[in-house]
């Protein structure tokens, strides 16, 4: 009986009318391609020759060496299958007219995200090597460091969700908010019936949900639920049972905005076991932080560029009525210095994980990071391995329990390396770590959405928030600290003392890392 229910509500399951509609048209192309091989000898030297040539163009494209990796032995050892793959999931167009898109917002709107000259000086004549970083984050995702802005660090979402309750309820002129998961339960519905008194008494209330990561948690067209209640709705990048590379470029970013001033973001999502009110995988551990002041800004434009693109509207380029100083006309309190920014797939540059290397290679004490997926490429690994080698205290802290085995075992077979040079490395035993921090030398940290794996460094959407000399930093470090207590330190001995069935799989799983 039991087994005619879970074959019931998978028949009933969205996912898998799209899983379905996606496998008979992968199908299906398989089938054209291997009947023109076998139609004649000349057809199949014909498919060599094109799989050649495209292994060809993927070693010249400039993308990161893993990828081209990948794809070539898949090419090679299966030909067609593999060619059939990439030209499928390979190259977009629409992605390109996407980022097209997003460039034009950006290009209109970038006199109101200037650099501050005189914060600019002063973070020159504090440290130049940190000023060369966020310039690097300004040139390249288009956002400016703030002054006057103070954050709160929160260790878990059981802290932060009061503190969001409490500001949205104070919420006077409009409230974004932009997140991957959304999930009914007890936060969601606390949230929703604040969004729904606020619509009431006249606010801006928009929301933008990403449809992959809410395909088992929220019901079909829930926009069209959410836009009778008068809250302003658009889902990111719907989900349609259609082979294209474009369906991997998700929204995996998290944003609260409220008035323009008031902003949060981290890794927890809108959903019942980020704040351990349901429990999945053992203890929930995530992070958080809340700014307030200029830097807010950031966050609003970002929320802002991303709104006018779902909803295809090139009209609407008028940001100022949103800027921190409209509804708080006051000076705002801060220290130290906060820049918000983000990356996107669908350009050249990997903002997320160039931000990262470069806190590694400036550490001259320590680097703590925590983070739910390490799935680095040579690049990461080697500057990892290099500053534990140069004497620098890295510390590298992962889930004791696992939302994704395969991802967990392959997470695991990079311990080996990171280990022989001296990283030390931690598992949260207690449950999941969702966190997603890192913390240098006492003077630089990044809180935000920003994995150690493939997807969040290449294919997502995602953003973080780099903080310099701020108090807050001093919380981060804190909250790693403190957790190390409830951690197992790795050893060498479990990495070499694995059986060779496991090891057999993780060698697997790392050469085709960049696909998972």
Known sequence: MMILKKIAKLLFNRIFYVVFAMAVQLGWLLTIFLRLAGYSRYMSIALDAISILVVLVIVNRKINPSYKLAWTMLILCLPVFGLVLYLVFGRSRIAAFMQERFNDMLAKSSNLLQTEPDLHEQLRMEDASACNQSDYIYRNSGYPAHGNTTAEYFQVGDDMFPVLVKELEQAQHYIFIEYFIIHDGVMWRTILDILEKKVKEGLDVRLIYDDMGCLTTLPHKYYETMRAKGIKCQVFNPFRPILNIIQNNRDHRKFCIIDGYVGFTGGVNLADEYINQKERFGHWKDTAVMLKGEAVWNMTAMFLHMWNVVTNNRQDSSLEEYLPHVWHPEAFEGDGFIQPFCDSPLDNETVGENVYLNIINRARDYVYICTPYLVIDNEMMTALCLAAKSGVDVRLMTPGIPDKKLVFLLTQSYYEQLLEAGVKIYE??????????????????????????????????????????????GDIKKDFTDTLDYCNPVTLEFCRGRNIAVRAMQSILRLFAPML
């Open 428 to 473: 949260y035993q207690p449950g999941f770590l969702h966190a997603k921090s890192f913390v240098c030398d006492d003077e630089i940290g990044v809180v935000g959405t920003i994995n150690l794996d493939y997807r969040s460094l290449y294919l997502h959407f995602e953003d973080g928030v780099w903080i310099y000399r701020n108090k807050v930093i």
